[in-house]
């Protein structure tokens, strides 16, 4: 008998589990946090030259 052809065909997606192990690294906090004080800093910069012109 082929494997393909057997009489009970396994279920695969009933039993179907993902066992991975996913290694994503936690970033540096300067990483995430330059660039978040960087846009800010920008924001309030713009802001206060606006206000300035007005």
Do not use: D, W
């Not at 695969?12 to 330059?34: D, G, K, Q, W």
Request: hydrophobic share 40%.
């Amino acid at each position: 008998m082929k494997a393909g052809n057997s009489p009970n065909p396994p279920e695969y997606m009933s039993s179907y589990r993902v066992c991975t192990s996913v290694n994503v690294p936690i970033p540096e906090f300067a990483t995430i946090a330059l660039p978040i004080a960087a846009v800010l800093g920008l924001v309030f910069f713009f802001q206060h030259r606006k206000k300035k012109e007005e």
